[in-house]
């Protein structure tokens, strides 16, 4: 077996931030090995890091983190030393419908997995867990105020509750057993790759063929937004220099209602493509159950400490976002028909 100077499992690495993450951290570390580990639920997208599929620093293994034998079998066969974790079930409307998956997956899953880890620790205390979580898990803020990491968990969803379980879990497995983790409770991302269930990539698609543009509520709810590559680059460092059993906020000092972000949406599209004002087709509608009022981010400590900031701004980063998102109309179409789904079959199948 070649000698890596690290062997990480990135579980969740056909998703929208582990696609991210993946694509900056495998040519980034050459010497260090990447094992995908993902069960391609809807949201896993392979098609995402063909890019890396021949490199000999990247492997995939579809295992679903729930399974807690084929994780440990995954993690010695390849003697991991240590997870990034983002595997989750994540978008919070699903939760709502069917909240059970998400305390198994994230709950669950995330328990096995540690379990998993602890076994690898015991025989190699280099072992390090990365848990990456949101800033959901704080709960909902009024007009003023930030959320910080001493801030108390008050979950509203069943989505952030499923984090903030996993997120305890993981802060018990440092105390208990001494397991070297460090965990991120990250704000919104936004960027390439992102599944077109959430806001943006859904708003560009109605806006861009001129449809309906739904916003819940009266479009007031504030959200702290950081484009993907600078979450990267957060979870880059953290693994790096996070201290043992610390936990970072993350977030982009971009706070904006959803509304502004639709109107800003249309605006840029506008001026692409033409054929505005689009603003026009926003429509509100009812309310998302226990809707959180605002979140907000104070990332003084991850700055402090680690000296992490993010380089990129809201606006820059949106038009970066849209131009992907025009550029790439093939990925859209294709996980909307689910078309993306083949390709697991097609390319790894007999492997
Ligand atoms: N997207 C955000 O704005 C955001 C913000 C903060 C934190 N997070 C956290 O970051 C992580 C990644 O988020 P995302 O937006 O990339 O999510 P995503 O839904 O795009 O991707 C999740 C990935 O996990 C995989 N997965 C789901 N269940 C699995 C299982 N049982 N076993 C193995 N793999 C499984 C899916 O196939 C998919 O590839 C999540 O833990 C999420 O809670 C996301």
Redesign the pocket.
Known sequence: MTEFKRRIAV??????????LLLYLVPKYPDYLFVN?????????LKNLVSLEDSPSYRFER?????REAVTACFERYRIDSVI???????VDRSIDGPLLFV???VL?TASLLDAALTRYRADKRFRFLH?????VYGSLGATGYFTETTPFSPNSP?SAS?AA?DHLVRAYHVTYGLDTVT???????GP???PE?LIPLMFRNARDRLKLPVYGDGSNVRDW?Y?ED?CRALDIVFHKGLSGETYN?GGHNEITNLELVGKICTLLDSIIGGGPREKLIEFVTDRPGHDHRYAIDATKIEKELGWTPDVSFDEGLARTIRWYLDNEEWLEECISGEYQNYYEKMYADR
Do not use: M, P
Request: glycine residues 10%; negative net charge; hydrophobic residues 30%.
């Open positions: 579980t969740g690495g056909a998703g929208f931030i582990g696609s991210n580990i993902d069960s391609l639920t809807y949201a896993g997208n295992i679903d983190i729930r399974e974790h983002l595997a989750a079930e994540s978008h198994e997956t994230n899953g990456v979580s949101t800033d959901e989505y984090k996993a991120t409770n990250c704000s919104n991302n936004y790759y992102q599944f959430k950081l993907v979450h993350i």
